[in-house]
């Protein structure tokens, strides 16, 4: 079997979100000392900073909010260990947030930078620019 490039494997990782593939499942992305680092934006203001267990938390939260979600990887780099990707994301909300009532839909475009380890994501930094909601 070909040897998986970590370009392969971020955009298998967004579709395993895209999925809604269980944690369990999706934490074989990672390794077991991940730091995702999420840029301050507007749906958390003052940025966070996830270990792999806050990682299944907010999985969690965002499970019981966001009814399906899709990524448009409009543009993809990969130098060594790190991979970045332009993405637009869209999703339909099972709330309702700020001005959109339950069930409309969200978009963003994002940066995501996902820096790799013997095939697993070791960190993760995302910039996250919401369209007005």
Known sequence: MPHKSNLDIALEYLRAIED???????KSFFTTDII???YPNRLV???AERTLQQLQEAGQRGRQIVESQHYEVRN???SEDWVALEVTWTARFKIAIGSLPAGSEMRANFGVFLNFRDGKIVRQHNY???DPF
Do not use: N
Request: a negative charge; charged letters at 30%; aromatic letters at 10%.
């Open 76 to 78: 993809a780099l990969s």
């Open 45 to 47: 203001p003052q940025g």
């Open 36 to 38: 995702q680092i999420e």
């Open 20 to 26: 809604r593939l269980d944690f369990d499942e999706l």
């Open 128 to 130: 996250d620019c919401f």
